[in-house]
C-alpha cells in the first residue's frame, strides 16, 4: 500500500512569514512529486512539480525534494491571507505493467492571519 | 497551465436517476483522465482511471456497473452515476494527463457537486 503522509494541520501562519509544509511517502521507487493547492469547495490547482533532489523555486513557492529521506516539502514565502487553502501532496509511483498511479495526502490546511 | 472543464458545476436530482458528468480537456489530448470523488472534509479518492478507447480501470470497491465510465475521445471522457442513491451525494472531480516531453502532469477540473435527494 502506497501511502502519503502529511500533517492535517491546521497550519497557522502570520502574513508575512514563512509556511513550510512537509510530506513523506512510503514507494522509494516514486519518480514525480506534485503540491497542489485547494480552497474550499473547490479542485485542486497545481502549483509546484519537482523530479529530481534539491530545491526548486517558483515566485514565492520553493518545493524541496530529498528522496533518500522520502520526503518531500513546500515552502511560502512572504505568505498572504489568499495562501489560506487545505495544500496537498500527490506522488507519482509505478503500478505495473507500464501504468502509474498518483497518491495523494490527506492534504495539510494552511490558515495566514492577517 | 492546461485547462480541464467539468460539465455541470452542481447538479441535483431525485433518487433512481441517473446523472451524467462531463470531463474535457481544452487545449491539449489526454490518452488518460483519471476520475475522482471528494466528500466533505475527506482527501480526494480515486474512483477510475479512462484510457482513450479502452475499458476504464476501476479501483478497489469502485462498482464499475454503478460508475459508468466513456472514454470517446482524446478530450472527453463521461461519468454516469447511475440509479443514484442520496449516498452517492459528493464532488466528483475530474483530471487529465498532460504529456509536456517526457514528463506528464495531472490537471484538475473544476469539480461537479452532486446532490441526490
Known amino acids: 500500500q502506497k501511502e502519503v503522509e502529511q500533517n492535517s494541520g491546521p497550519l497557522s501562519v502570520p502574513e508575512g512569514a514563512i509556511a513550510s509544509l512537509n510530506c513523506t511517502y512510503s514507494?522509494?521507487?516514486?519518480?514525480?512529486f506534485f503540491w497542489y493547492r485547494q480552497y474550499s469547495g473547490k479542485s485542486p490547482e497545481l502549483i509546484m512539480s519537482?523530479?529530481?533532489?534539491g530545491d526548486k523555486e517558483d515566485g514565492r513557492f520553493t518545493a524541496q525534494l530529498n528522496k533518500a529521506s522520502q520526503y518531500v516539502s513546500l515552502l511560502i514565502r512572504d505568505s498572504q491571507p489568499s495562501d489560506s487553502a487545505t495544500y496537498l501532496c500527490?506522488?507519482?509511483?509505478?503500478?505495473?505493467?507500464?501504468?502509474?498511479?498518483?497518491?495523494f495526502g490527506k492534504g495539510t490546511k494552511l490558515s495566514v492571519i492577517p | 497551465g492546461a485547462v480541464v472543464s467539468q460539465h455541470p458545476s452542481r447538479v441535483i436530482c431525485k433518487s433512481g436517476t441517473s446523472v451524467k458528468i462531463e470531463c474535457r480537456s481544452l487545449d491539449f489530448q489526454a490518452t488518460t483522465m483519471f476520475w475522482y470523488r471528494q466528500f466533505p472534509k475527506q482527501s480526494l479518492m480515486l474512483m477510475a482511471t479512462?484510457?482513450?478507447?479502452?475499458?476504464?480501470?476501476?479501483e478497489q470497491g469502485v462498482e464499475k456497473d454503478k460508475f459508468l465510465i466513456n472514454h470517446a475521445s482524446l478530450t472527453l471522457s463521461t461519468l454516469t452515476v447511475t440509479s443514484a442513491h442520496p449516498e452517492d451525494s459528493s464532488f466528483y472531480i475530474c483530471s487529465a494527463t498532460r504529456l509536456t516531453g517526457y514528463r506528464d502532469t495531472q490537471y484538475f477540473g473544476p469539480g461537479t457537486r452532486l446532490t441526490v435527494l
Open positions: 500527490a506522488v507519482k509511483s509505478p503500478k505495473g505493467a507500464g501504468s502509474y498511479q498518483l497518491t
Open positions: 479512462s484510457n482513450e478507447g479502452s475499458k476504464a480501470t476501476y
Open positions: 514507494d522509494r521507487v516514486s519518480q514525480s
Open positions: 519537482i523530479y529530481s533532489n
